[in-house]
């Protein structure tokens, strides 16, 4: 029975070894970060191989799939930008309202307090949203309408075909592998063959899950495509105007700076003389008349020494 059950094991690890020798998947699964959707995110250094690799891989078994030019292709597509309105919260909102109507939702949503130079407290808000992928250039399009300014826009987006090809291909291995020790286990007698096929079969099972959840990963990630939206109140970019003249490029940095130090300047005067002024005269008077009154005993006790006369010599005589 024992040369039967290694026999068996020692062909299942020839099966797997040899449809998953060109992506070579670590012994110990690598951990998995999550999304904010709450989707599992599979480490980077889990999908290394090659494209090469990936190819020879799925064409030597009949059984690990479609290469990666033959199936339909997963790309994750993201959205980035700033936009300038002039009601903060109600643009939050109709995005918000929008996302769902698309059939998406709202990921997270912010809303907090900026200043502008004039120190005046104004709102800020940031929001990040994942629509369909189809939708993702019409939610742009909705999101910048009747906006003041586009500040900035990034589109990103990264192809995943061969990564999920790949875990296709091991997804039917290890399920081939775990038929095989059902198989086995179902026949075994002896205790600790019992335990050593029960061990490998918690192994395939466990890498079986960890497939399945990156593939899910990469179909959600496809699917949906996240956009992430800064909000900027209207009165933060208002430029500085001086009489008729509104400055631009480096004068009106250079200006700003200006009016910056100036009004930093004088809000230093203000502090010393209402705060640090009355503090020195506070600290440093009774000091000194401490050392007044110090330095007048200090005289008067040495005055009042008796002084000794010191004998005089004779001069020298001839």
Do not use: H
């Amino acid at each position: 029975m024992k040369k039967i059950l290694s026999l068996s094991l020692i062909l299942i690890a020839t099966l797997v070894l040899a449809a998953c020798a060109a992506a070579a998947p670590s012994e110990a699964p690598a951990p998995m970060d999550f999304l904010e959707g709450g989707a599992a995110a599979p480490q980077e250094e889990m999908f290394a191989p090659a494209p090469e690799a990936a190819d020879q891989s799925t064409t030597s078994n009949s059984g690990a799939g479609a290469s990666a030019a033959s199936v339909e292709r997963l790309v994750i597509q993201n959205a980035d930008l700033a936009i300038v309105v002039s009601d903060v919260e109600g643009r939050m909102k109709n995005i918000q309202v929008m996302a769902q109507q698309m059939g998406g939702f709202v990921v997270s949503s912010n809303l907090g307090q900026s200043y502008t130079r004039d120190n005046i407290q104004v709102p800020v808000a940031q929001i990040t949203i994942r629509v369909p992928a189809e939708q993702l250039d019409k939610a742009l399009e909705q999101i910048k309408k009747d906006v003041i300014e586009v500040q900035n826009e990034t589109r990103s987006g990264q192809d995943v075909t061969a990564e999920y090809v790949d875990l296709q291909s091991r997804l039917k291995n290890y399920e081939a592998a775990e038929a095989q020790l059902e198989k086995i286990l179902e026949t075994a007698t002896e205790t600790e063959d019992v335990v050593n096929v029960f061990n490998q079969l918690v192994y395939y099972r466990e890498q079986i899950e960890l497939v399945k959840g990156q593939m899910k990963y990469y179909e959600e990630a496809a699917a949906l495509s996240a956009i992430s939206i800064r909000i900027i109140a209207e009165e933060t970019i208002q430029p500085v105007v001086i009489g008729k003249w509104e400055p631009k490029g480096v004068a009106l940095e250079a200006v700003q700076d200006l009016i910056d130090y100036l009004k930093g300047f004088v809000d230093f005067l203000i502090r010393f003389v209402i705060f640090i002024l009355p503090v020195l005269i506070t600290i440093c008077g009774p000091t000194y008349l401490i050392f007044l009154g110090g330095r007048f005993v200090f005289r008067k006790v040495r005055g009042n020494k008796p002084k000794v006369e010191q004998p005089q010599t004779p001069p020298d005589e001839k």
